[in-house]
């Protein structure tokens, strides 16, 4: 496991400096409530090393994380007895993230609750020709 980091609370939270409504831990993942909820059971599910982005995740930590979402989302969702649930990163302090240990959010969600798709995040779409999107594509293809 990579060091904690000693200004981070969510490291903190894995030491158990700062108390947390826990909801799930296994010896590389924590999962607890949020505590300033977008909705009933707002859980956030982190590695509990210390690393910034998805992309600084080595690959077993992303699974571990991942397989936590993957179980806990319908647990979450049933606790709440929710319709569905947004689960999203973050990923950067552009895009919005605060807490610059990786975290993803399952935030449930309600038929009427008034919240949006993700698409509306964004307020407008680029115009992109074919030709810029197979370039995109081979780029990423290239890069992973
Ligand atoms: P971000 O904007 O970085 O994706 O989200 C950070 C989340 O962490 C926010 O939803 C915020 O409410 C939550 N948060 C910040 N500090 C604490 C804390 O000390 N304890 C808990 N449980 N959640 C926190
Ligand atoms: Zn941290």
Redesign the pocket.
Same mark, same amino acid.
């Given at each position: 496991m990579s060091e904690q980091q000693d200004d981070c609370?969510?490291c903190? +939270?894995v030491a158990g400096d +700062? @108390?947390?409504?826990t909801v799930y831990e296994d010896d590389d993942v924590l999962a607890? %409530?949020?505590? *300033? @909820? %977008?909705a009933p059971g &707002?859980t %956030?599910v982190i590695p509990k090393a210390h690393h910034e982005t998805l992309g600084d995740l080595p690959g077993d930590v992303g699974s571990d994380v991942f397989a936590a979402l993957h179980d806990l989302t319908p647990a979450v969702e049933a606790a709440v007895d929710a319709d569905g649930s947004t689960v $999203?990163? *973050?990923n950067g302090e552009e $895009?919005?993230?605060?807490? @610059? &240990?990786v &975290?993803g &959010?399952i935030v449930p969600r309600f038929a009427d609750d008034g919240g949006r798709p993700i698409h509306s995040l964004f307020g407008s779409r680029p115009d992109l020709s074919d030709d810029e999107l197979d370039d995109i594509a081979a780029a990423i293809e290239d890069a992973n």
């Amino acid at each position: 496991m990579s060091e904690q980091q000693d200004d981070c609370i969510f490291c903190q +939270i894995v030491a158990g400096d +700062i @108390p947390s409504r826990t909801v799930y831990e296994d010896d590389d993942v924590l999962a607890f %409530l949020d505590a *300033n @909820p %977008l909705a009933p059971g &707002h859980t %956030l599910v982190i590695p509990k090393a210390h690393h910034e982005t998805l992309g600084d995740l080595p690959g077993d930590v992303g699974s571990d994380v991942f397989a936590a979402l993957h179980d806990l989302t319908p647990a979450v969702e049933a606790a709440v007895d929710a319709d569905g649930s947004t689960v $999203a990163f *973050n990923n950067g302090e552009e $895009a919005g993230q605060e807490v @610059p &240990h990786v &975290h993803g &959010h399952i935030v449930p969600r309600f038929a009427d609750d008034g919240g949006r798709p993700i698409h509306s995040l964004f307020g407008s779409r680029p115009d992109l020709s074919d030709d810029e999107l197979d370039d995109i594509a081979a780029a990423i293809e290239d890069a992973n």
